[in-house]
């Protein structure tokens, strides 16, 4: 199973990612569509990832944790949402710059706060329950 570090190295490259997104979205979405499929094809193939090995092997040793699981997998599912409302102020871009720039905002937001709480309630139980 893929270890902690190669997925805080993901976490990293993914808020770089995140970022050329925001910038865009402040250029009224210039570059905004190559930086989007990116960082959502990224973010895809990290969170499946996450599910098969890390998640998976956490859920099946602790009933404590499942709970947490539950909450950042939600959040694994959000992103698809984001995704959507990200390309919809896309179309709308000339009419409503400004909601382009909130959506992607949002994005930014709730990858940084979903990577945070991994990083802070998930990965050391990882290397505590799973380190041989
Ligand atoms: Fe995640
Ligand atoms: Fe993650």
Known sequence: ??????????????????ADIQRCASQRGKGLEDAAGVFFEDYYSHSVREERGLYRALWDRSRELRPLLESLLDEHKRVVELSFQLKKAFEHVQDDPVRLEMVARNLANHTASHFAREERNLFPEAQRLLSP
């Open 1 to 18: 199973m893929e270890g902690v570090e190669e997925l805080l190295d993901d976490h990293k490259e993914l808020l770089r990612k995140v």
